[in-house]
């Protein structure tokens, strides 16, 4: 245990991640350090805005995509041209070339490993079927190797569909649900509001309700890269 007084609790310093304008408005002020809940139904654009925010995270650091659900597949692959993403990212598929423990045990193993990428995606935590005790165990690997972790999740009935899920919720910097190509930030501990527009084309066929008559919401200063 180690106690401090209030003068030196709020002298001490801290970094944040430095995004473009619209992310530092939609996300805060991230340290190098979290965890991150993102999640919403299929085909609603969680990959796209995964992507997207790994853009801005890749200016601070490697980036890793493990991709329990989609491996090396089509769909990512287009995703991926879409967004122009550079090669500070490295794309894992998990299920090639495995040793003999579980997906878990790989996950610790790479995390712990030297060399692996200080921020890392996990798509899908329903695929991983991660469960709340190994949540517990991969932060702690996490804080101490001074890592960030976005989680993906499904959503069921409006929530992520697992109980782990719903505790990383509760438990990250900020979660964020994806709907018709919308990002909503649903809680946040680190300053960031509003909403992003993800992929405007489609945002715009998905919710024409959701733009006023100029076909401009306040939020659009969110919207882009």
């Known amino acids: 245990m180690k106690a401090i007084n209030v003068k030196k609790f709020l002298k001490m310093k801290h970094k944040y991640l430095a995004f473009n304008r619209n992310w530092d408005a939609h996300i805060g002020k991230l340290g190098n350090c979290f965890a991150a809940l993102v999640y919403g139904k299929s085909g609603q654009g969680k990959t796209e805005y ?4 790994a853009r ?15 491996g090396h597949g089509y769909d990512l692959q287009q995703a991926i041209a879409r967004n122009g ?34 921020f890392i995606v996990i798509d ?4 991983l079927e991660l469960n709340k005790p190994q949540y517990l165990v991969l932060k702690d690997k996490c804080v101490k190797a001074k890592k960030g972790v976005i989680f993906i999740s499904h959503e069921k009935q409006n929530e992520p569909a697992s109980y782990a899920g719903r505790w990383i919720a509760h438990d990250g910097q900020f979660s964020v649900r994806v709907k018709k190509y919308i990002a909503y ?4 501990r680190i300053g960031g509001i509003g909403e992003h527009v993800i ?5 715009r066929k998905l919710n024409p309700d959701y733009f006023d008559l100029k076909g401009v919401r306040n939020c659009d200063y969110l919207s882009g890269l």
């Open 50 to 53: 995964c992507l997207r925010l």
């Open 56 to 70: 801005q995270l890749e200016v601070h650091g490697s980036v890793a995509w493990i991709s329990y659900e989609q």
């Open 85 to 118: 993403l550079d090669s500070k990212i490295i794309f894992v598929d998990p299920m090639q070339d495995r040793g003999a423990g579980t997906l878990i045990d790989d996950l610790i193993a790479y995390i712990s490993g030297e060399g692996s990428a200080d």
């Open 124 to 127: 899908s935590i329903d695929y």
């Open 185 to 188: 930030m649903v809680k946040n």
């Open 199 to 203: 992929w405007e084309e489609q945002a």
